[in-house]
């Protein structure tokens, strides 16, 4: 059994950055693309960035482009999500996400649809204030 653990979430004003952390248990971290994802109240859980594998291929939703960036380290079984220039509206619970799927492990592409995502971690909360 998988098991995600996310750290790095808090609070801080609108131009700041975060660096979230998810550290995976149970299997083999370098058999699944990983992704983060997040929901904001109200809202449904959205795709914000995946990696692949190896690190060698990653993939954003555009919102995020150019201001986040997703990186692993498979020696400590950990993925990371660096948040630079972020806005209120990136206020959301952040999810980390696993994905045996050729598309997550290939390519870092990773979704919302029925049976993409094996796991899911708990979630850490980020807030931006204005």
């Known amino acids: 059994q998988v098991q995600l653990a996310e750290s790095g979430g808090g609070s801080v004003q609108a131009g700041g950055s975060l660096r979230l952390s998810c550290v995976q248990s149970?299997?083999?971290?370098?058999?699944?693309?990983m992704g983060w994802f997040r929901q904001a109240p109200a809202k449904e859980r959205e795709f914000v960035a995946g990696?692949?594998?190896?690190?060698?291929?990653?993939s954003y939703a555009e919102f995020v482009k150019g201001r986040f960036t997703i990186s692993r380290d498979n020696t400590k079984n950990t993925v990371y999500l660096q948040m630079n220039s972020l806005k209120p509206e990136d206020t959301a619970v952040y999810y980390c996400?696993?994905?045996?799927?050729?598309?997550?492990?290939?390519?870092?592409?990773?979704?919302?649809?029925?049976?993409?995502?094996?796991?899911w971690g708990k979630g850490t909360q980020v807030t931006v204030s204005s």
């Open positions: 996400a696993a994905s045996p799927s050729v598309a997550a492990r290939v390519r870092g592409v990773l979704s919302n649809s029925p049976g993409d995502i094996n796991y």
């Open positions: 149970g299997r083999t971290f370098s058999n699944y693309g």
């Open positions: 990696i692949n594998w190896s690190g060698g291929s990653t």
